[in-house]
């Protein structure tokens, strides 16, 4: 081209003109060093277009085959990892992006990119996270007494304690006879598999694997609290609403009202209510924060702790929330919507802790992920149990 010898002749003239030391002396360096730097980059540009050109050319002629663009370390001879996906076009756009780096010219297409395309054009990169529907588990499983005593072991447990009688001098009295009765905790498998195909298990990602462990374990988790609330006893631990409370320890609650927590507390006896606590659904208990006494304060308060955690109280007493029960607006007549009792009562017995495994079913190559536990759990003292229940509608 002739602006390349026009470019290389005006170097040479400079290269003269600094030799020179009578004319060097009179010269404005600064504007020469500019000069000089826009014609290597001119020049740069030149023949880089003129080299294209040419192998374009070629390669339109069949005089050059077509290659493939390779690296190679030491003795690995790999092809190279082309597509916007790649690890080597994510650093150089990151490089872009920070550093104003070219892309390389074989990483990018000689195009114009237009806002349509950016689409394609930044790196197609994957979240590690997957956005599921949350589900409120946990809430009940700390609060349980849990032992790990072998399966068909009994527990006693006592209903008469000694009275103690003031005697006259040199009077003796009466012989008094100490019953026990027992709880026998029996072996319940609870069991959660998911199994996915084996070309899924190869090609997914790690964060699926993960979820599907943590989703096997909320299931476990989900199952046992439901089963502590009301579950049947039969293949399972029996429920703390499946037992029948006390005389007077049942109320039947026709309306939220402040009365129905008076009421409430005073069938709780004395000696249990230093640990009881309530336990309902949200709805429920938003009910109750909407009732104010007499003075016009609310009955429930929602204090928040060191931690910022809601710490939801009624009468003072803490709140349990959690979805195993109805709510009082959803309720049958008949059925339990919330109830008093003191959860350290209630014994879960794990002869085998929750295990997760993984293996390959032989028959259909599917790789299973599953969760084993055998655990029973029994109220072993229902004097705390106040249970509330969804009356019939006032006339």
């Not at 003795?75 to 992006?97: C, P, Q, W």
């Not at 659904?281 to 909407?290: D, S, V």
């Not at 931690?307 to 009468?315: C, D, H, M, N, Y």
Request: hydrophobic share 35%; charged share 30%; net charge negative.
């Amino acid at each position: 081209m002739n602006r390349i010898k026009e470019i290389l002749q005006r170097k040479a003239e400079i290269n003269e003109m600094l030799k020179d030391e009578k004319r060097s002396k009179d010269l404005d360096y600064k504007a020469l060093e500019t000069e000089i730097r826009e014609l290597n980059e001119e020049l740069e540009e030149l023949q880089t277009r003129e080299r294209l050109m040419k192998e374009t050319e070629q390669l339109n002629n069949g005089e050059v085959e077509g290659r493939t663009i390779e690296t190679f370390n030491g003795n690995n001879h790999e092809k190279r990892e082309l597509g916007t996906d790649s690890i080597e076009y994510r650093k150089a756009f990151m490089d872009y992006v920070l550093k104003g780096e070219k892309i390389p010219a074989e990483l990018r297409a000689d195009q114009v990119t237009y806002t349509k395309d950016v689409g394609s054009v930044i790196p197609e990169t994957v979240l590690n996270k997957i956005i599921e529907k949350i589900e409120a588990v946990g809430m009940i499983l700390p609060l349980v007494t849990r032992t790990a005593i072998k399966g068909g072991v009994t527990l006693p447990t006592s209903s008469v304690k000694p009275v103690a009688t003031w005697v006259a001098e040199g009077k003796g009295s009466d012989k008094q006879k100490k019953s026990t009765g027992s709880i026998t905790f029996a072996y319940h498998k609870l069991r959660c598999a998911v199994a996915v195909s084996l070309e899924v298990d190869t090609m997914a990602l790690p964060v699926f694997e993960a979820t599907l462990i943590n989703n096997v374990v909320e299931a476990m988790t989900k199952a046992i609290e439901q089963a502590i609330i009301s579950g049947s006893g039969t293949g399972q631990p029996k429920g703390i609403l499946t037992e029948t409370p006390e005389d007077g320890q049942a109320l039947d609650v026709d309306e939220i009202t402040y009365q129905t927590l008076l009421d409430a507390e005073a069938a709780l006896p004395l000696e249990y209510e230093a640990n009881a606590v309530y336990c309902m659904t949200k709805k429920t208990f938003m009910k109750y924060q909407g009732i104010k006494d007499a003075d016009g304060q609310p009955i429930a308060r929602v204090n928040y702790g060191i931690s910022g955690k809601p710490e939801r109280v009624l009468l003072g007493r803490p709140v349990i929330l959690c979805n195993y029960l109805d709510s009082f607006s959803t309720a049958e007549e008949g059925s339990p919507f919330a109830f008093l009792f003191n959860f350290s009562d209630y014994v879960l017995n794990t002869n085998y802790q929750m295990g997760v495994k993984k293996y390959e079913d032989n028959e259909t190559d599917d790789m299973v992920t599953k969760a084993i536990m055998i655990a029973d759990g029994k109220v072993v003292d229902k004097n705390s149990l106040v249970v509330l229940k969804k009356g019939a509608p006032t006339p």
